[in-house]
């Protein structure tokens, strides 16, 4: 929510980047619950926590789109 006056330029520019992230990640990645190891729901997730809040297991669709990470990480690296 936008509230007041003004709003930092950076605001939208980051709203974009996170959409653009999250939408990669679950494009390019299967996410599974770990057997033994529920995923809490119900209750909000700790802000400050040292450690991941429950356990999932994350693997990438298909050879297609590991060639596809690998292809777009090697053009973003800085030379």
């Known amino acids: 929510m ?5 709003v930092c330029a950076g605001w939208f520019v ?7 992230s999250i939408a990669r990640l679950v494009y390019c990645f299967d996410f599974h619950s770990v057997p033994g190891a529920p995923i809490p729901i ?6 400050s926590s040292a450690t991941a809040p ?3 297991k ?3 669709r298909s050879p ?13 690296v800085i030379q």
């Open 2 to 6: 936008i509230e007041g006056r003004r």
């Open 64 to 76: 297609e789109h590991e060639a596809l990470i690998r292809r777009e990480s090697a053009s973003a």
């Open 58 to 60: 994350i693997t990438v």
């Open 42 to 47: 119900g209750r909000p997730l700790p802000m």
């Open 54 to 56: 429950f356990q999932v």
């Open 14 to 20: 980051a709203n974009q980047n996170l959409f653009l």
